[in-house]
Structures are given as C-alpha cells and as structure tokens.
C-alpha cells in the first residue's frame, strides 16, 4: 500500500502508534507505558526529532528495504486497533475511573523492574540500578504492590526506563533496517533483538512450563496495551492529524526517538 494511502486511514495508529509521537520507549514492548502526546503538542518529543545522532551512529539504516512487509505491518497494526484494541479499551475505560487505570499502569510499570534494572547495569549505570531496586521495594510495600507511585511523589525516584535495544546502541551494536513488527509495532531488527532479550528476563519463563509462561506472558501484555489505549483514548484519535504521511511520521520519529534515548544515556554521569 502506497503511503498516499495510508496517511488516509480513518483512525490514527493510536497505541500502537505512539512511538511516532512521544519519548521515551516502550516499548515497549510490546512496551506502550509512557505518556504521550501529539509530537506537535509536546515539547519533548519535537527536542528528540531535532537531535543530530551521536557520532558513530551515521549507520544508522534510513533507507526502508523490508517496506513492503512493514506496510502491510502497518496497515494490519491499523485494523487490528481499529477492530478490537480500542473498542476493547473504550469498555475498559467506561467501566474503570480514571485514578483506577493510573494504579493499573503503575502496577505493570513496577513489576516489569528486571529489564530495566538489567540493562542499567549492563550500561554500568549502577546509580540508576539502585534507584530501580529502591523504587521497586517502595512501590511493592508503601505503594500496595505497585498500585501506587510513592518512589516518585514521596522520594523524587524516578523511573529510568530501559531496554535491551538500547544497551544495543549504548556500546555502538548496528540496529539494522526499520521493521514494523505485528502487534508490537515500530522497531528495528536490533530493537527485536532487545525485546526477546528483555523477555527472556521474565523468571517465570524458567519457572513454568513453556506453554503456560507464553500465554500467562501474552496476557499480561494484552492487559497491559489495553490499559494504556485506554488511558489515550482521545490523543490518538487526532494523532493523523499531524501527519500528512503517518506511516513515514511513524517510522521518523521512531528512529528519531531512539536515537535521542541513546544520546541522553551517553549524556548521563555514571
């Protein structure tokens, strides 16, 4: 499908799409846990489209060789919001005050600690580390198992989000072309890499049969995707507004987007 087309898809890529518009990643993973906005309504984001990338990083892939399978990618990633997560999410939101879903997305961020620790250590960024295993002790005790965020309101911890596709980068490993992955949308081979790596990570894969870890697994990122749509269920309704073309917007500024998360870890003091 021509990108003439695509950007007149009626919905926008909404969750999946977020990687085009904001920050931060994600990734995901399927990694949807960051906030997002219009990259036209967030400072931020238009900050990490401007970055030039770190020297070294001239490899990177512009070009699109695998373009025809990450359209059909695309489009598929479209209907499949279109047709089941947003109405999905919008029942979920119906039946669920806000404050509720805020817990929820705290609750995922918080058990999903060990890749995010991991790859701070793997970067030997250990005062980021020991600010996740501090975060996670606060949040699984004061917070009620996650529910609630006391690391961040009553101690300024932040959440250092990381991920295997960018301890990748971080020590110069070439990402590869772009790839528009089924349900997990934009990513790179590297990035794909990174996210089976951080995925071997889960304990429970070592602990239960492998069949009852894969769908215990895909539940909980089902779980995951739909709390978060629900929780942007205005902002991606508008997100083409933005973009003439939304499949190049999407790639764009998600190679962008990464580019600028390595260039802030290399900027960071050990």
Not at 211 to 222: D, L, N
Request: aromatic share 12%; with cysteine; hydrophobic share 45%.
């Amino acid at each position: 499908m021509e990108r003439s087309k695509l950007a007149r898809t009626p919905s926008a890529y909404r969750a999946l799409v977020a990687a085009a518009f904001v920050t931060g990643v994600c990734y995901a993973s399927p990694a949807f846990s960051q906030d997002a906005a219009p990259i036209a309504q967030n400072p931020t984001a238009e900050q990490a489209a401007q970055a030039k990338p770190l020297p070294g990083e001239s490899n990177q892939v512009r070009l699109d060789p695998l373009n025809g399978f990450n359209e059909a990618m695309f489009t598929f990633n479209l209907k499949l919001d279109d047709w089941v997560l947003h109405p999905v999410a919008s029942g979920w939101a119906y039946i669920t005050p806000e404050p509720v879903r805020t817990g929820v997305g705290h609750f995922f961020d918080n058990v999903d600690v060990i890749p995010r620790l991991a790859n701070n250590l793997f970067q030997l960024k250990m005062a980021e580390a020991g600010v996740e295993v501090a975060r996670f002790g606060i949040n699984s005790t004061l917070g009620v198992a996650g529910f609630f965020d006391p690391a961040n309101a009553w101690f300024g911890l932040k959440q250092h989000d990381n991920d295997f596709g960018l301890t990748l980068r971080y020590w110069g490993a070439p990402t590869g072309p772009y790839l528009m992955l089924p349900f997990l949308g934009p990513s790179t081979i590297g990035d794909t890499v990174g996210k089976v790596a951080d995925g071997a990570m889960n304990p429970m894969s070592y602990l239960l049969p492998w069949y009852v870890a894969t769908a215990s697994e895909a539940g909980w990122r089902v779980g995951e995707a739909v709390n978060y749509r629900a929780q942007h269920l205005n902002q991606f309704e508008e997100a083409d507004r933005y973009a003439i073309d939304l499949y190049g917007a999407v790639q764009d500024a998600y190679l962008q987007t990464r580019e600028h998360q390595v260039k802030l870890l290399h900027e960071e003091e050990w």
